[in-house]
C-alpha cells in the first residue's frame, strides 16, 4: 500500500488536464521549497505586470542550477502533500551560524552555480534574522531565491520580511492552494489565507516605492477541487503589480503522504531490494537526474543530502558539504543504490555531464593509487 502511495505521488498527472508533467512539478509536488528554473515555461498561466512604470517582475536566471540551503530546521505548516507536513521530516531547533553559511556559499561559488535557494524543507521567515544571511550570496555574485506559504502574523513578521528581501533577495514565490480559508487550508493544514494576503499587500507596498526589488510571484498549486479559486488571486496580482503563476499540483492532500515510521519502513525494503553498484564500472549513464547533476540540498547543520525530493533522512545523508570535494560529492550522489529505484524520471545526459563523471572517477582513482 506504501508503494502505491509512494508511486501515485511520484507519477499521477493532474486530473482534468492534458498537462505533460516536468521534472519540475515532481520536485514541486514533495513540498513548498522547490522553485520551478522559468514560472512561464511550467505554468498553465503565468500573468506579469505589463505597464512600462510597473516592477520589474522576471524569472529566475539559470533556474535548473542552485543550491538549497536551509539556515533552520522547520515550518509552521502541516501540508499533507509535503514530507515536513506529515513529519517524515520532523521540525527541529537546528539554526546554521552565519560564519558557518558563509563557508557553505564561499564552496558553491567556486563550483560555479548561479543561484542559491535558501528554502528546502523550511518556511525560510520564521528565521528573523535571515536579513543577516543574503549579504553573503550578493557578495559572491549569485541570485538569491526564496519560496514562502507567507503564512504568518504580519504584525510579527513582516518587518523581518521587508528587511531580508531589501537586502537583495531576487526572487520570492509564495505558494498558496486557496483564496478562500476554507480551501486553502485542506492542503496547507495550519495556515491562514488573510495573513498570506495582509503580508502580500504590506510587500507589494514596498516593491512599488522602491524600497525592495525583488521579484514576487504568487504560486498557485492547482488541483480539481481548487481550480475555481485562481481567479481572485490573479485579480489580485494585477492589482498589486505582482506576478502570477499555476502549476498542476501533485499528490493528494486527501492521501497525505508517508510519516517518518512509514518513509522509513519504505526506504528501507527500497535499499534492501536494490543490487549494489559496482563503484569500478566505468559505464557512462545515458541518461542522469537533474536533482544529482544540477542542485545540492544542504540541512541547517551543513550535511549535503541525496536530492531535494526525500527527507532528510541519516541513510539519505552524504556527508558534510564543505568536507566534500564537488567531485566524490558527485559521485557519491550518483551511485546512491536509492538511486536505482526512483521514479523520478531523469533528463538527457549532456557532454558537460560526462565531462563532470570522467573527471571525477580520473581524480578518484589517483587518489586511491597514492
Not at 188 to 197: A, E, L, N, P, Q
Amino acid at each position: 500500500m506504501l508503494f502505491r502511495r509512494m508511486r501515485t505521488w511520484l507519477r499521477t498527472k493532474a486530473q482534468g488536464t492534458e498537462f505533460e508533467p516536468t521534472l519540475e512539478h515532481y520536485a514541486i509536488s514533495v513540498g513548498e521549497r522547490a522553485l520551478p528554473s522559468s514560472p512561464r515555461s511550467v505554468a498553465i498561466d503565468a500573468v506579469a505586470p505589463s505597464e512600462p512604470s510597473d516592477p520589474i517582475i522576471r524569472s529566475p536566471s539559470n533556474g535548473t542550477l542552485h543550491v538549497d540551503i536551509d539556515i533552520i530546521d522547520k515550518c509552521n505548516l502541516r501540508c499533507p502533500t509535503c514530507f515536513r507536513g506529515t513529519a517524515a521530516q520532523k521540525n527541529t531547533s537546528a539554526v546554521m551560524a552565519v560564519p558557518k553559511f558563509r563557508e557553505i556559499v564561499k564552496k558553491v561559488a567556486a563550483e560555479g552555480y548561479p543561484n542559491v535557494t535558501l528554502i528546502n524543507w523550511t518556511e525560510p521567515f520564521l528565521c528573523k534574522t535571515l536579513d543577516q544571511y543574503i549579504p553573503t550570496i550578493k557578495e559572491y555574485g549569485m541570485d538569491c531565491w526564496l519560496s514562502s506559504n507567507l503564512s504568518l502574523p504580519p504584525k510579527q513578521y513582516a518587518d523581518s520580511m521587508v528587511r531580508t528581501l531589501a537586502a537583495g533577495v531576487d526572487i520570492l514565490f509564495v505558494s498558496v492552494s486557496g483564496f478562500a480559508q476554507e480551501t486553502y487550508q485542506i492542503n496547507h493544514v495550519g495556515g491562514r489565507s488573510d495573513w498570506i494576503k495582509e503580508n502580500v499587500e504590506i510587500l507589494s507596498r514596498e516593491l512599488r516605492a522602491g524600497r525592495i526589488k525583488t521579484s514576487i510571484w504568487i504560486r498557485y498549486l492547482e488541483w480539481p477541487y481548487n481550480a475555481h479559486e485562481k481567479a481572485p488571486w490573479i485579480e489580485l496580482c494585477k492589482r498589486l503589480k505582482i506576478g502570477f503563476i499555476a502549476i498542476p499540483a501533485y499528490g493528494d492532500p486527501k492521501t497525505p503522504l508517508p510519516n517518518a515510521a512509514e518513509f522509513g519502513k519504505y526506504l528501507e525494503g527500497k535499499l534492501f531490494a536494490t543490487a549494489k553498484i559496482d563503484l569500478t564500472d566505468e559505464n557512462i549513464p545515458k541518461k542522469i537526474c537533474t536533482l544529482i547533476a544540477d542542485r545540492v540540498a544542504i540541512d541547517a547543520k551543513g550535511d549535503a543530502y541525496l536530492c531535494c525530493a526525500f527527507p532528510n533522512e541519516s541513510r539519505l545523508r552524504i556527508g558534510h558539504y564543505t568536507e566534500l570535494s564537488e567531485d566524490e560529492l558527485l559521485l557519491r550522489r550518483l551511485e546512491h543504490d536509492f538511486c536505482k529505484t526512483c521514479a523520478i524520471p531523469p533528463r538527457d545526459i549532456t557532454d558537460k555531464d560526462i565531462a563532470r563523471i570522467k573527471r571525477a572517477r580520473e581524480r578518484r582513482a589517483s587518489q586511491t593509487t597514492l
